[in-house]
Nanobody, 115 residues
Framework: QVQLVESGGGLVQAGGSLRLSCAAS????????GGWYRQAPGDERELVAS???????NYADSVKGRFTISRDNAKNTVYLQMNSLKPEDTAVYYC?????????WGQGTQVTVSS
């Protein structure tokens, strides 16, 4: 059974940084597109950033220049480095990996940015 285990969330002051990690198991991780999504209370889940198997990245406009997505295929892990955090970045962050019809989500990790 595929598992995605997220870590790195927490409480941080505005302007601070956090690094999220998502470790995958029981799949050929290097073939998958990796992504981070977030969902704030009352809002729909939205894409934050994604990275293809070849390393191409895509970002939501709201995080460009502040967040960086990366992957380490040797560790089966996708990362999200979040800098210059703002209160509006507060949300539950979810990791997702996809390959054609295969689609897996992590359990989510809370990120809270205080003003």
């Amino acid at each position: 059974q595929v598992q995605l285990v997220e870590s790195g969330g927490g409480l941080v002051q505005a302007g601070g940084s956090l690094r999220l990690s998502c470790a995958a198991s029981r799949l050929t991780f290097r073939l998958y597109v990796g992504g981070w999504y977030r969902q704030a209370p009352g809002d729909e889940r939205e894409l934050v950033a994604s990275i293809t198997s070849g390393g191409s990245t895509n970002y939501a406009d709201s995080v460009k220049g502040r967040f960086t997505i990366s992957r380490d295929n040797a560790k089966n892990t996708v990362y999200l480095q979040m800098n210059s955090l703002k209160p509006e970045d507060t949300a539950v962050y979810y990791c997702r990996v996809t390959l054609q019809s295969n689609n897996y989500w992590g359990q989510g990790t809370q990120v809270t940015v205080s003003s």
